[in-house]
């Protein structure tokens, strides 16, 4: 085994940032808006550094698709204790485009390319809310997944995953090697501490592009319009249970 | 040169979230309110009411980010991804708490400086370590009564646990504070960070250094300074704590005033008087532990502002402490408070500048909402034209600190762009506190909102770490503008 781990981390827009639709309804603003790492990314490689730290795996590696910018958020990985880097290149509307699917196969490409023994990403990113790309990258490689992740430990070849589903907890024990999503409660990222992020400097970030890897990014998906939710309407308060179910009556909702 | 009243670094509050006092883990704190962020609701203000929706007022973006790194006057992606991650400290272990703090009248500096401690924030440009037997400088200022040294590791030498950055990366850390919501916290740290250790760092002992520089940079032991007294503020020559020589020890006698962290600080920097001799020559800076019998921590001032921050005032009552805890050379401590003013008056800049921000800012996604005669508050000329004018003046004084920095950093002597930069920074944030509370009408006036406490606690800048009266005459003095004797 290689002790290799793959961590997939992906630049969004700051959660605390008020989203703007485009006036032409074709996306949301990202000029000029505040991006960070996606909260559960960096769940995921705090997972990553753990399982280092205790000598489990022997690498994380930091791997991000997009255009410059997405360098920096690598370089948040880095500082958190990640050893090197890969930047997938993808830009302008092949950027715009890109999706699960695609970021799929090229991890499945690299996770091969790389010998991972794991790869590790968040269950979903807050900017799509897709939860897909864990999935379709263990259904690509063949390999068993352990998705919504709230504690693993690793014992000998096998995997042990605790995993957040709707009726409570399920354990399961899965081979390596695995694709794992991780979810809210797995663990509590670090701080990047300013020594590691001076460190980080001196870590190596790899740039490859998706014809490099044999991925087509063609999407096959075409965003129609994008629109804010509707307004909020005003609520109507009731004096008893009777008056909230003539209201429900009245308003055909039972 | 004069020194003044309160010693701090002063800043006023800042926009972040308004924090729901929810039972949450952290990490679903922040995911929590990401789930709420992700509506669009229409910012709602209750009287009193703190609901979930006021945590969707976004975040301002701040200057910074709309320059690209590479276009920075002084800033590297280092610097940003420093910020970065000081905002997530700020974000999940600071703000939540600053309300409770702030009616509590105190925070607990042990447990904050330690969690900055250990992310390295404490000792931005502290040595990294320093040599047996000897430090080597690297870099000396060219410029009249400045003297700064780098000091870098050798072959098995004390590790101090400082950065070794240079002064930029201190001001980026200064502004990333300014995003706290309260002016008390970030002048706690600027106290521990820029205020009681930049002398000891540079001129202390390696034993001293030892015991107090190592934990302090670890976040290990709270430090605070003692200079201004009851009698002396601006004029710093003028202190009466005497330390009298008496064997190998100093006899304390005095009281300091306006000491910061005084409450719960583990040591104090103090300024005395150690000999006879003419004023600016006669004092001694000395490493004082607070738990030493005679040091009496009289009270706890109660102040118009700054609340968070626990203002003491500490008698010396035949206090004694061993000779070799002075701070370099006896008689040149009154020198070595001055040579680290620049820096302190620039880090104070650093953390209004942002305060100002994020409080326009706060104050826009307000009067964008609240409408007034079928408009909203902002759409009134006066208010959007007011506005605007108070930003470029924030603007204005964020480029006379980087440039400041940038030359200080260089080696110049910046004293009279400091002082430009303080004065300008006390009088601007009242400025700017005054006229966005107007804005906010009643609510302005109510404590459940963050411009009220802005207003308090900012009005400390023009008084504390260098009163507009001193810079003024700093001004002048580079001007040559004063009568001559």
Redesign the interface.
């Known amino acids: 085994m290689s002790g290799r781990v793959l961590v997939g981390v992906k630049r969004v827009i700051d959660y605390a940032v008020k989203i703007r639709v485009k006036p032409d309804n074709s996306g949301v603003v990202t000029d000029g808006v505040k991006h960070s790492m996606n909260p559960f990314c960096e769940i995921a490689v705090e997972e990553a550094v753990k399982l280092k730290e205790k000598k489990f795996i022997k690498e994380v590696v930091a791997v991000s698709c997009g255009p410059q910018q997405a360098q920096e958020t690598i370089r948040t990985a880095l500082a958190m204790g990640a050893d090197r880097g890969i930047h997938v290149e993808v830009t302008g509307k092949d950027y715009d485009t890109l999706g699960p699917l695609q970021v799929s196969k090229i991890f499945a490409a690299l996770a091969k390319k790389e010998d991972a023994q794991l790869l590790i990403l968040g269950k979903q990113a807050i900017d799509d809310d897709c939860n897909q790309t864990g999935q379709m990258t263990a259904a690509l490689l063949d390999w068993p997944q352990g998705t919504f992740a709230s504690e693993v430990s690793l014992e000998g070849d096998k995997i042990k995953v605790v995993r957040e589903i709707d009726g409570g907890l399920e354990t399961i024990k899965i081979n390596t090697p695995a694709v794992l999503t991780a979810d809210l409660r797995l663990n509590t990222p670090r701080y990047a501490t300013l020594p590691n992020i001076m460190k980080a400097k001196k870590k190596k970030i790899a740039q490859v592009k998706p014809a490099d890897l044999g991925v087509d990014i063609t999407s096959r998906l075409e965003v129609l319009r994008v629109d804010e939710p509707p307004q909020r309407l005003a609520g109507v308060t009731v004096e008893t249970v009777d008056d909230l179910v003539a209201k429900l009556k009245e308003s055909g909702t039972i | 040169m004069f020194h003044v009243g309160i010693k701090s670094t002063v800043c006023a509050c800042a926009h972040g979230?308004l924090s729901t006092k929810m039972a949450l883990?952290?990490?679903?704190l922040?995911?929590n309110?990401?789930a709420v962020?992700?509506?669009?609701?229409k910012f709602t203000c209750c009287v009193g009411a703190r609901s979930l929706s006021d945590n969707?007022?976004?975040?301002p973006?701040p200057s910074s980010?709309?320059e690209v790194a590479g276009d920075h006057l002084i800033y590297t992606?280092?610097h940003?991804?420093?910020q970065?991650?000081l905002r997530?400290?700020v974000d999940q272990e600071i703000n939540p708490h600053v309300d409770q703090w702030e009616a509590e009248g105190t925070f607990p500096a042990h447990k904050v400086f330690k969690i900055l401690g250990?992310?390295?924030?404490l000792g931005?440009n502290k040595p990294v370590g320093q040599r047996d037997g000897g430090w080597w400088s690297h870099g000396e200022l060219k410029a009249t009564n400045v003297v700064k040294g780098f000091f870098y590791p050798g072959g098995g030498g004390v590790e101090y646990g400082g950065?070794g950055?240079d002064f930029s990366y201190s001001i980026a850390v200064s502004e990333e504070l300014g995003n706290i919501r309260c002016g008390g916290v970030p002048m706690a740290i600027g106290v521990q960070t820029d205020m009681a250790t930049p002398a000891l760092a540079r001129f202390g002992s390696a034993e001293l250094k030892e015991e107090f520089l190592l934990p302090s940079i670890a976040g290990d032991k709270v430090a605070c300074l003692g200079v201004s007294e009851v009698g002396a503020g601006s004029d710093v020559s003028s202190i009466l704590t005497k330390a009298v020589k008496k064997g190998d020890e100093y006899v304390i006698n005095g009281g300091k005033m306006w000491t910061t962290n005084g409450t719960q600080a583990d040591w104090i920097c103090l300024l005395a008087n150690t000999s006879d001799g003419p004023p600016h020559r006669n004092k001694s800076l000395i490493c004082l532990p607070m738990n030493l019998p005679g040091v009496h921590i009289a009270r706890k001032i109660e102040k118009l502002g700054m609340w968070s921050s626990d203002t003491a005032e500490v008698f010396f009552d035949d206090v004694r402490v061993p000779c070799k805890n002075i701070v370099g050379q006896e008689g040149m401590g009154f020198t070595y408070q001055m040579l680290q003013f620049q820096e302190e008056r620039l880090w104070a800049v650093g953390n209004i500048v942002t305060m100002m921000d994020n409080i326009i800012q706060e104050t826009i996604q307000y009067t964008r909402q609240r409408k007034i005669f079928k408009l909203p508050v902002l759409y009134h000329q006066s208010v959007n034209f007011r506005l605007a004018e108070l930003q470029t003046e924030v603007e204005l004084l964020r480029s006379l600190l980087h440039r400041a920095t940038a030359l200080y950093i260089k080696g110049n002597d910046v004293t009279k762009l400091a002082s430009m930069a303080k004065l300008k920074a006390g009088r601007l944030a009242r400025e700017v506190g005054d006229s966005c509370l107007q804005y906010w009408g009643g609510m302005g006036f109510t404590s459940d909102v963050l411009v009220s406490r802005f207003y308090r606690d900012s009005r400390l800048l023009s008084i504390g770490g260098g009163a507009d009266e001193v810079m003024l005459a700093i001004i002048c003095k580079y001007m040559d503008t004063l009568p001559k004797k």
């Open positions: 979230r883990p952290v990490g679903a922040r995911l309110q990401l962020s992700r509506n669009f609701y969707v007022s976004s975040k973006v980010a709309t992606r280092d940003f991804a420093l970065e991650s997530k400290i250990n992310a390295g924030f931005v950065l950055l």
